[in-house]
């Protein structure tokens, strides 16, 4: 089976810029996930997508957003781009069979770097 | 207000040898827990996981024991390998946040041939 991938996996913009990355979950994986990966803020949450509806979200600006389209892939956007965005956004799939207790499997990510 | 902690950033051990990866959570929500390998620029791959009704779960060479009462989770891994070199978080799930992943800081080890 296929692993999650996530595109671009490198990206450069510039302040005030907006960003869209994509991930495209395991096969039969109806959950996704995103975190953000910083050197000072470690690795945090941002959104989890399900049966294309938001079901949780992380303590993030209104500047990050993101959806599922109906065959689980996700997008996330990030508008008004801030040097502090420069990060590794990952992404990761579940199955979701029930609401929690379950693993995670992330894709390699998107590095993100703004200038 | 860290509710996964990881308190050794780092970690070496000569190969062979026995690894101990250490973590403290508080928020006594937390049900499931995870242990992720990761390296530089690369997505975490996941190890191994242990729910709450368990004290131990064991996958090979690795082992992880949770002590509710004290809070902690150990990532056992015997013997160590120089291919384990690599940064390591503890991850936690509540039961009742869905699937959010909260991550403990990680801590780096080095397996020393």
């Known amino acids: 089976k296929a692993g999650v991938t996530q595109t671009p996996r490198y990206l450069i913009k510039t302040r005030g810029q907006q960003v869209t990355l994509s991930c495209s979950p395991i096969s039969g994986h109806r959950s996704v996930s995103w975190y953000q990966q910083t050197p000072g803020q470690g690795l945090q949450f941002l959104f989890e997508?399900?049966?294309?509806?938001?079901?949780n979200k992380g303590n993030f600006p209104g500047r990050f957003s993101g959806r599922q389209f109906s065959n689980s892939r996700s997008e996330m956007n990030v508008s008004t781009l801030e040097l502090g965005d420069s990060a590794l956004y990952l992404c990761a799939s579940s199955l979701a069979t029930s609401a929690s207790q379950e693993t995670q499997y992330f894709g390699p990510g998107t590095r993100l770097l703004v200038l | 207000d860290q509710q996964v902690k990881q308190n050794s950033p780092s970690l070496s051990v000569q190969e062979g040898r026995i690894s101990i990866l250490n973590c403290d959570y508080t928020?006594?929500?937390?049900?499931?827990f995870l242990w992720y390998k990761k390296y530089p620029a690369e997505g975490p791959t996941f190890l191994i996981s242990i729910s709450s009704i368990k004290d131990k779960n064991e996958d090979g060479r690795f082992t992880v024991f949770l002590n509710k009462s004290a809070k902690h989770l150990s990532l056992h891994i015997v013997p160590s390998q120089p291919g384990d070199s690599a940064v390591y978080f503890c991850a936690a799930i509540s039961n009742n946040a869905g699937n959010m992943l909260t991550f403990g800081g990680g801590t780096r080890l080095m397996v020393k041939p």
């Open positions: 997508y399900f049966s294309e509806t938001q079901r």
């Open positions: 928020n006594s929500m937390f049900d499931y």
